[in-house]
């Protein structure tokens, strides 16, 4: 089909007409159902009055996108500052957060507050879920890294990408088991809170730089 379609449309037009079709599918993209946008050299605008040169934009099969927190919630102020940043991901595919609740039996034991925690986080994650650690133990990445991960999501085919931060004692055992990735946000201990904006915001730069947009420097 996708012949048939470059036959008919002329040469000069075919990159623009097939970039409408595929940016015709992003609004309406549900959860599990991934689109694919490749972004032309010619600049257009964005909404917010962002300018986008395009000039390293990859082809990207975007796929759902959540952050799973356990937390006991971060105040106004810091959800707010999140929320933006997650407002920013969903021009690009379906973002969410998800929040779950520390130590939901209340127990005192370190070890059994880490195996609740990690049972309340597994009923967030599908079968066809690609799962990313955040662990002080994890890997090391780039802004450039981050933004192959994303991409690596989509095209290896799976439906959505989950990015977990565990509580205070780290993360339940089967949710390590379940893992596919582990990512050290930094060297340096970050308040749970912050931790959750930095990686929101990692999220949204991973999408600026694989659109090619001026956000990253």
Same mark, same amino acid.
């Given at each position: 089909?996708? &012949? +048939?379609?470059?036959? &008919?449309?002329? #040469?000069?037009?075919?990159? +623009? ?22 972004? @032309? ?7 917010? $009055?962002?300018?986008?040169?395009? @000039? ?9 996108? @959540? ?6 919630? $971060? ?5 707010? #500052? ?22 939901? %039996? ?5 070890? #059994?507050?880490?195996?609740?925690? $990690?049972? &309340?986080?597994?009923?967030?994650? $599908? ?50 088991? &379940?893992?596919? #990735?582990?990512?050290?946000? @930094? %060297? ?18 991973? =999408? ?8 990253? =420097?």
């Amino acid at each position: 089909m996708l &012949r +048939t379609l470059c036959r &008919r449309v002329p #040469a000069h037009c075919a990159e +623009t007409h097939l970039l409408r079709r595929r940016q015709a599918v992003q609004p309406g993209c549900r959860r599990g159902v991934a689109s694919t946008l490749t972004v @032309s050299k010619a600049s257009s605008k964005k909404g917010g $009055g962002e300018t986008t040169s395009g @000039s390293g934009a990859r082809a990207v099969r975007y796929v759902p996108l @959540s952050v799973v927190t356990v937390s006991k919630g $971060g105040g106004a102020s810091i959800d707010g #500052a999140v929320g933006e940043y997650a407002k920013r991901c969903t021009r690009y595919a379906p973002f969410e957060e998800v929040n779950v609740k520390q130590n939901p %039996k209340n127990v005192k034991d370190n070890d #059994a507050q880490r195996e609740h925690e $990690g049972e &309340r986080v597994m009923k967030t994650i $599908g079968a066809r879920d690609f799962v990313i650690l955040m662990d002080e133990r994890g890997k090391d990445v780039s802004s450039e890294d981050m933004a192959d991960l994303v991409a690596r999501i989509g095209d290896e085919g799976y439906e959505r990408g989950v990015f977990v931060l565990g509580g205070p004692f780290g993360h339940g055992p089967q949710v390590v088991e &379940r893992a596919n #990735a582990s990512v050290r946000l @930094s %060297k340096m201990v970050l308040n749970h809170q912050v931790a959750r904006l930095v990686l929101v915001e990692a999220i949204y730069r991973a =999408h600026t730089i694989l659109r090619g947009e001026p956000y990253h =420097h």
